[in-house]
């Protein structure tokens, strides 16, 4: 993917060289009256003195002992873009040790992070979905995504945000879908993952097929065309793997896949020759499929060259017999 790049530059007017970190630790409880201060400058400073202390985790530990987390999330919402920026910046940094991460669960910050999304400024949105992108690799963490209805968020985002952030929801969708697929496959979601490469998520990101193809063969009798064809070609890839091919025949694919073919859009009647061409490859695809040649063979006169000769490679990958 090409990148834009998103600055993360301050305000000229910002002077981080003079923000009070001496004292380490015993800075924190100093740094939290500040934030609470009227003045934007001292909260500005206060949160990039704590930027620089909570790379050390012990003194993640200590903040969230005594309580920054209550006050970061509600500077999440501050008017000033600044004050934003660093308190992402923070929980970013937090998000990368251990009892950070398990902190952030604990104070609920991923729901109250989901205000971001909208967010007028590149880096704030970036900060955001780095953590989700951090979290989502606990099982703790990704349960969190899905508690607070994240995954369509996620999914509608990956046609507005830049590369450099699709990048970070694609891996974030991908460690989400290990703990649930069905909720990320719903109906209108499927088709954005399909445009935007949902390919990467099942074959180039591992993720299980036990758990994300009978969701897509679920899919595939859905009422709404779009799904049906999205979901299809999204099962096309699927079965690249052996392992996805067992597990479509195991969700009884078949069936669904045959109504397709026979589906006025052309890329669902593709996808789904293309499908069961990958299935006929299994000894038990192919006897079921040899029932049903002629379904295969009425597309030999499809409008569609691709379908035409999509149809021709199915015929012969179904009759073929070992010698």
Same mark, same amino acid.
Request: proline share 6%; net charge negative.
């Given at each position: ?13 910002? %002077?981080?060289?003079?923000?009070? &970190? ?21 909260? =500005? ?6 930027? %620089? @202390? ?25 008017? %000033? ?27 609920? +910050? &991923? ?43 996620? +999914? ?22 290990? *703990? ?15 445009? !935007? ?14 758990? *994300? ?5 679920? @899919? ?18 699927? $079965?690249? !793997? ?23 859009? &052309? ?6 020759? !293309?499908?069961? $061409? ?18 295969? =063979? ?9 379908? !035409? ?7 012969? *990958? ?6």
């Amino acid at each position: 993917m090409a990148h834009a790049r998103i600055s993360a530059s301050l305000p000229p007017d910002i %002077d981080p060289t003079k923000a009070p &970190i001496a004292f380490g630790r015993r800075a924190l409880p100093k740094l939290r009256e500040e934030l609470h201060s009227p003045e934007l400058l001292t909260q =500005q400073r206060a949160l990039m003195a704590l930027c %620089d @202390l909570v790379h050390d985790p012990e003194n993640v530990y200590q903040a969230i002992e005594i309580g920054f987390l209550d006050n970061l999330k509600t500077l999440l919402l501050h008017r %000033d873009s600044t004050v934003r920026q660093k308190t992402t910046e923070i929980l970013c940094i937090m998000a990368m040790h251990n009892v950070g991460r398990q902190g952030l669960i604990q104070n609920g +910050v &991923i729901s109250a992070l989901t205000e971001l999304l909208d967010d007028p400024v590149d880096i704030c949105r970036k900060n955001t979905h780095q953590i989700f992108e951090m979290m989502a690799k606990l099982y703790e963490g990704a349960v969190d995504i899905l508690r607070a209805g994240l995954i369509p968020l996620l +999914v509608f985002k990956l046609e507005t945000e830049p590369d450099e952030i699709q990048e970070l929801i694609l891996d974030t969708l991908s460690n989400s879908l290990r *703990v649930e697929a069905s909720e990320a496959l719903a109906t209108g979601a499927v088709i954005i993952l399909k445009e !935007k490469n949902l390919s990467i998520i099942l074959k180039g990101k591992g993720v299980l097929c036990e758990e *994300v193809t009978p969701a897509l063969v679920s @899919l595939l009798e859905d009422s709404d065309p779009q799904v049906q064809a999205s979901a299809a070609g999204a099962l096309m890839f699927a $079965t690249v !793997k052996p392992q996805g091919r067992f597990s479509a025949l195991a969700a009884e694919a078949i069936p669904p896949l045959l109504k397709l073919v026979a589906e006025e859009t &052309i890329k669902a009647r593709l996808s789904a020759i !293309k499908t069961l $061409t990958m299935l006929a490859e299994l000894p038990e695809g192919r006897k079921t499929l040899l029932d049903h040649i002629d379904t295969f =063979q009425q597309c030999l006169n499809d409008p569609c060259e691709a379908v !035409k000769r999509a149809a021709k490679i199915a015929i012969s *990958v179904i009759k073929w017999k070992p010698c």
